[in-house]
Every structure is written in C-alpha cells, then in structure tokens.
C-alpha cells in the first residue's frame, strides 16, 4: 500500500496549516501519480463568472465582491489581498444575444489608473460606438 | 453603484473564517501609503502583515447582516462608510430590492 508521508522543512520556522472548507460532505483529495507543487507561482489565485446585465455572481473563488459601478465597468473584489501588483488578469465579456454588441474588453487597476492588490476595476466597449455595455457573461480570473 | 456579495464569501463569513477586519485595513493602509509617496510600482507587501490574512485569529461566525456589514468595511472606500454626512451614502437592500433596469441602478450612487 501507497502511504503519504507529511514532511516539515528545517530551514524553515513557519506552521504549515491545512483547513477544512465550510461542507458536510466528505471530500477527496486524489493526486496525480507525479510530482506537482501544489497552489505555487502561476497558478489561477481567483476567478468570477459574473453577469452584468442581471447583476449577478454566477460563481467564483476568492472573490469577495463584485461593485457594479455603471454601463460596462465593474470592480473585482478580491477576497484577500495579493502580495504586489503584478498578478496577471484576465477578462472576457460575451453572451449577449446581439450583432451589434461585438465585446472589446480592458481593464484598469484599481481607481484612477493606480494599480491595487485589492481589486481589478475592468470596462468593455463595443466597437460600433465604442460606448460601454453589460454583458451577460463577465468572466475574470487572476494569476500570480 | 451596487455591491453584490459572492456567496462563497459569504458561506465563509457565517462559518467563521474570516480574519479581523484590520488585517485588511493594515494592508489597505500600507499600500495607500504607498501611492501616496510614489513608490507603488515597487510596492510589496510586508510578509507578516500579509500572511495574517490566513494566521490571524478568525473571529467567528457572522450573521448574514453582520457579513455585509464587514463586506462593506472591507471592498468600499473607507471615505464613503466611515464619515458622517448628512445624507444616506449607501443602504443595504436585498438583491430582489436592487432595480435590474440600468437606468435606475444608475441611481444608486456610493460615490461622494
């Protein structure tokens, strides 16, 4: 039989802490028969899937909010801070029923241009006019 | 402007999960610092500060009413929930209360 074999590390003087999630289901973890390094640079930190037109969070993870704050603009709040700014973002709008809502999507950090480890302020426009639009489907997701 | 909560948050603050609400105002705090000087390009967190995100102490299972409230404290700028004006700056409705039209969520201000 396979065991697994839980390690400290001697250089270092931090506690390792495992938490259970908020569930009354029992819940498995199965891990690939390679090595991996678990949650390590690189891996998607928080996502959403946010609809603007109804003003709903379908689903997300580590995100702690969503600021509606007018046609095509919204804030990303992350549930914890990330430790700089220079996680990677990624931002895509669609789902809207319509010819003419062709989405061109950016994003600024924060308020005024500045960038913020807390949050991801983003904006869409459609290209006929280039004014701002809600899309139905808003998906966000983090890197770093 | 309207503030829609993840539920995932929110099952994680009735469960008890969250830290003191001053662990992120420390963060926030430093990083206004930050801007403020004009270092923020460089900016990094302090290790310890950021780490208490998940270290601290948790503070317990909160009510639905109580989780909003730490929400607020939390994603809305300080300056909007912090000061007394002499008008409403925001309110906490539920989501059915929230206008789906655009032209009436527009209404919804927080900004001052």
């Known amino acids: 039989m396979a065991t697994i074999k839980l390690q400290g590390n001697a250089s270092g003087s931090g506690t390792v802490i495992l938490t259970a999630p908020s569930t009354n289901s029992t819940r498995t973890i199965t891990l690939p028969d390679q090595d991996v390094v678990l949650g390590g640079a690189g891996s998607i930190k928080a996502w959403v899937n946010y609809s603007h037109t109804s003003n709903v969070i379908r689903d997300s993870n580590q995100v702690s909010s969503v600021?509606?704050?007018?046609?095509?603009?919204f804030t990303v709040n992350w549930t914890s801070a990330f430790s700089n700014?220079?996680?990677i973002t990624s931002v895509m709008a669609g789902g809207n029923n319509s010819s003419t809502n062709v989405p061109a999507v950016g994003y600024s950090f924060g308020g005024g241009g500045a960038a913020t480890t807390t949050l991801l302020r983003s904006f869409n426009a459609e290209d006929v006019d280039g004014g701002f639009v809600d899309y139905d489907n808003q998906d966000v997701m983090a890197i770093h | 402007m309207v503030l829609v909560p993840s539920d995932n948050w929110l099952?994680?603050?009735?469960?008890?999960?969250?830290?003191?609400?001053?662990?992120?105002?420390?963060?926030?705090?430093d990083e206004q610092q930050a801007m403020a000087e004009g270092r923020h390009d460089t900016f990094k967190h302090d290790p310890e500060k950021h780490a208490a995100q998940w270290t601290a102490p948790r503070i317990g299972p909160l009510t639905e009413e109580e989780a909003i409230e730490y929400l607020i404290m939390k994603d809305i700028p300080r300056h909007i929930?912090?000061?007394?004006?002499?008008r409403p700056m925001f309110k906490i409705v539920k989501t059915a209360d929230v206008p789906s039209d655009r032209q009436f969520r527009n209404a919804w201000r927080l900004a001052a």
């Open chain 1, 67 to 73: 600021t509606d704050i007018t046609a095509g603009i």
């Open chain 1, 85 to 87: 700014t220079y996680y």
């Open chain 2, 11 to 29: 099952e994680e603050a009735k469960a008890g999960l969250l830290p003191p609400i001053s662990v992120y105002w420390a963060l926030q705090d």
């Open chain 2, 81 to 86: 929930w912090s000061v007394e004006y002499n």
